[in-house]
């Protein structure tokens, strides 16, 4: 027992509380400082890559530390003031206080940090990894924004958790939403305190509005305000959806969704109209979305362009391809490509993106050539292959889990020539990819700040069948 012990100590030579110092080597994919003390690992959330701090140990696992900043000795020469006031208490972004231009390079760095530890095909250093994609304008991006609902010394206030509390931040204006967003949940904040509505609290056990939820389209100007509430009841909501009206005119949606469960999830299962219509517009390049109040679709539109665009380069189409769109939703990312397809299929396990994505084909004019089934791809690719299609291309665009290992052992067997992978998750992708690594190489992954100002990349990486296989 003792020698056990001995053992722990020697993998734990940090303590809570104790204050050392620490060069920062790089970033984690928290957007965390991550330095070694004694060859042991610690986060340091704030701290920069290059800089020497001293910190004092918040937090100590078997494997790693986590560490405060108690004093910058030496700063990055990329160190810059956030511009945000809340910033340090918000948690909702975390590379404000890095130069842009190094941001761009850091995330870079986090992609690599992936597959140096889950991809063993090859070396990291002989992966292509092309430098990250970035925004010409960094910020106001966001087309939708989620803030949840407090009372307050007489008045209602909205805005975001403070990271690892239940402290809610009250946020009048957020520099990385698009600034409708902001006046639109400012005008609803305000009507709710004029009217009295109830607002939700937990802890009080009181029914009411939880969640203001505001999705704006960047090209169409059109605005959805969405109130999520616990309860059904709520006395004075007639006027207050005319206030935002009156004040908002590009309010042209407004819905009321019940969610009275205790969770953090934002919608529950009923959704109504209260007025206008239930669904925005929003323009993407030649195409055109409806975005109900549940609907899933990018947060930063300007920069989904250039994802989309990244996938299409890497699908290095002719005109000839036949393509899956493997997880397609609405049939979004296949639409973009199918242009220069011959053929395009794809499916999905809901019913209703699949009837979407029927929809959108036939209305841009490629119904002749496009088929979408309800399913999952392990399922549908088999069949297609006996029946006679075997697919030149395979995208995929999955949530941040990464895709199905049924679907990858599908994939190793229908063999299509080339696969592209869009991820927001360089872990789960890297993992994925290794995977495919019998059949599969890398011809090169390119990285896409799809959220500047926090820790997350999205990459498109083209993936083709080894010669020999």
Known sequence: MNKNVKQVKQQNPVKEGQQFPLTIKRLGINGEGVGYFKRQVVFVPGALPEEEVVVEATLVKNSFAQAKIKKIRKASPHRTTAPCPVYDICGGCQLQHLTYEQQLVEKRDIVKQAFERFYKAIPTDQLTILPTKGMDDPWAYRNKSQFQTQYNRGKVEAGLYSEQSHKLIDIDRCIVQHPATDFITNTAKSSLTKWNLPIYSEKKKKAGIRTIVVRVGFKTGQAQIVFVSSTPNLPNLEEVVRDVQEQCPSVVSVMLNIQPSKTPIIFGDKTTLLAGQEKIQEELKEFSYELSARAFFQLNPVQTVTLYDEAKKAAKLTGKEKIVDAYCGSGTIGLWLVDGA????????????????????????????????????ENWLPKWKQAGFSPDVVVVDPPRVGCDDQFLSTLLKVKPKTFVYVSCNPSTLAKNVQQLSRLYEIDYIQPVDMFPQTAQVEAVVRLTLKKSK
């Open 342 to 377: 011959s053929e395009i299929r794809g499916m999905d396990v809901i019913e209703a993106s699949i009837k979407d994505a029927r929809q959108n084909a036939k209305k841009y004019g490629y119904g002749d050539k496009a088929t979408y089934e309800v399913g999952t791809a």
